[in-house]
């Protein structure tokens, strides 16, 4: 299958600062990617969809001022969390949307992001 | 996209076949079935997907009643790394829109 890759896989930050996650589609074009949150021991909750070129769209109840997101380009996406705070600490996970291919459309995933905000 | 129900947890004997059941009573006519698996601490793994035939590649079968209310993933002979949870999904091919996880099946592989 397509690989999708994050970075950092892990990242410390502390309160008030802010982290940036990127993800990358290493073997397709991604025009669609898309960031999920996972807290412990729950499902993956999809937070934004962001498409190249455009302003993401967010899911209800997702700060877009709290969870800037950029898609500059067909195999790159980041998700920065601006004043992190305790409660951010998550699980991120970014996928992208394979163009029409062999697989037909299908989302691949990243490896993940854990943030932890102290 | 339509809804799908899941046991939530499963066991299975290494080595033996692991037989993974999804119901999707509402499902439509261009949605496809779609299979993934998220191991502990990581990104879900694409695994398999399918319309209404039966689907195989080197990871599992995907087997689709002919109302196409329900499937079941198989994975021929189970291996300790098995052990995951794994999510059934609905879609249209090619949706614009981002996947939507229930709480899948968490499969445990026993030795």
């Known amino acids: 299958g397509a690989v999708v890759s994050q970075h950092p896989s892990r990242v410390i930050c502390k309160s008030g600062t802010s982290v940036k996650i990127e993800c990358r589609s290493l073997?397709?074009?991604?025009?669609?990617m898309f960031w999920y949150r996972q807290f412990p021991k729950q499902s993956l909750m999809l937070m934004a969809t962001?498409?190249?070129?455009?302003?993401?769209?967010?899911e209800q109840g997702v700060e877009k001022d709290k969870f800037l997101i950029n898609h500059a380009s067909l195999t790159l996406s980041t998700l920065t969390v601006t004043s992190a705070h305790p409660e951010d600490s998550s699980f991120y996970i970014c996928?992208?949307?394979?163009?029409?291919?062999?697989?037909?459309?299908?989302?691949?995933f990243g490896e993940g992001s854990w943030l932890t905000v102290v | 996209d339509a809804k799908t129900t899941q046991p939530p947890s499963m066991d299975c004997a290494e080595g033996r076949a692991a037989n993974l059941p999804c119901n999707h009573s509402?499902?439509?006519?261009?949605?496809?079935v779609y299979w993934y698996r998220q191991i502990h601490s990581q990104g879900p793994q694409y695994i398999i997907h399918?319309?209404?035939n039966n689907e195989t590649n080197e990871m599992a079968s995907l087997i689709i009643t002919e109302d196409r209310k329900s499937s079941t993933l198989i994975l021929p002979h189970a291996t300790l790394r098995d052990t995951a949870v794994y999510y059934c999904?609905?879609?249209?091919?090619?949706?614009?829109?981002?996947?939507?996880f229930g709480k899948g099946t968490h499969l445990i592989i026993q030795p």
């Open positions: 073997d397709f074009q991604a025009t669609t």
């Open positions: 996928s992208a949307r394979e163009p029409r291919g062999i697989s037909g459309n299908t989302i691949y």
């Open positions: 509402t499902i439509s006519g261009n949605e496809y």
């Open positions: 962001s498409n190249e070129g455009s302003k993401a769209t967010y």
């Open positions: 999904i609905v879609r249209v091919e090619g949706g614009a829109d981002g996947l939507t």
């Open positions: 399918g319309l209404k």
